[in-house]
């Protein structure tokens, strides 16, 4: 058994066994499991939801890439300075990519929260600005969360140039060093690249995808180095979709339960927000 922190306890290691989270957990008798994942069905950045390889224009994995082709060594001028300066939502329902009149409208992009948890925006938002003022001092910056949300800009030159450095940092040291999630004990928020990655199982039908929760940089990273699977542990709680109604941010009012599949699709699809810029498309121009 491999004890995991933040409420994954007693994963079962099935990582030379299986790489489906449902065969996985019938193995583990239900409990949480910690497989390799085809980083081809995980979902990376929360609700932007881009694929995790290198033909997604995910912006982290695209960063990296020209950063391996020797094209961008800085922040400025980077994938990443492009994304940040054209993705800026205007709320929380801009985020999620619904309408405008969403319940969601009126609160800022760090309030947003999705239709399967129980959050409540206002104190999700507190306790968002918090952990990012904490997670960036214990990686050595001293940077408010108002200067920038990894999940979209706008971002100051300073909170995206450390982005660009943790960035480059980690596809330096797991280049030369390899990957490998050996220590249970490790903690992600002070930057130790041996914690478990994480994510959680989203069910429609016979299908599955792994929506990423820790270890964003770190996917976008191995995917850029040409990784076709990753390290996760997965939590024993899937999204399903038959269960929409009774979500719990369904049951407040916050969505609606068009709204909440419309989400719970467009993740599952690898879809991002109508609005959010395309590199993708913009790689096409600039060649």
Not at 66 to 72: H, I, K, S, T
Not at 129 to 142: H, I, T, V, W
Not at 262 to 268: G, M, P, Q, S, V
Request: hydrophobic share 35%.
């Amino acid at each position: 058994m491999t004890k995991l922190k933040k409420n994954i306890a007693d994963a079962v290691d099935l990582r030379d066994v299986i790489d489906d989270p449902r065969e996985a957990f019938e193995h583990s008798g239900g409990q949480p499991v910690l497989i390799q994942v085809p980083l081809e069905q995980v979902r990376n950045l929360g609700p932007l939801a881009f694929s995790v390889t290198r033909a997604s224009g995910e912006p982290f994995v695209a960063t990296v890439q020209a950063y391996l082709r020797g094209e961008q060594k800085t922040y400025r001028g980077s994938w990443l300075e492009w994304f940040y300066s054209r993705w800026t939502p205007a709320n929380a329902a801009d985020l999620l990519g619904l309408p405008e009149g969403s319940t969601l409208a009126a609160s800022p992009i760090h309030a947003f929260v999705y239709p399967w948890r129980s959050d409540d925006p206002i104190r999700r938002q507190a306790r968002k600005l918090k952990s990012m003022r904490q997670e960036n001092r214990q990686k050595g910056a001293d940077i408010s969360g108002e200067e920038g949300y990894v999940w979209a800009g706008p971002m100051s030159r300073r909170k995206g140039e450390f982005e660009f450095a943790r960035l480059s940092l980690l596809t330096d040291i797991i280049k030369r060093y390899g990957f490998e999630t050996d220590d249970p004990n490790a903690d992600p928020d002070r930057n130790d690249i041996r914690a478990h990655i994480k994510g959680k199982l989203m069910i429609r039908g016979t299908e599955w995808r792994i929506l990423g929760t820790h270890g964003n940089h770190r996917r976008s990273v191995l995917a850029a180095l040409g990784w076709s699977h990753a390290p996760m542990a997965i939590n024993n709680k899937p999204i399903r979709r038959e269960h929409s109604a009774s979500w719990p941010n369904v049951r407040k009012g916050l969505f609606t339960v068009a709204q909440a599949l419309e989400i719970f699709d467009r993740i599952f699809e690898g879809r991002q927000p109508a609005s959010c810029p395309s590199i993708r498309a913009a790689k096409d121009i600039r060649a």
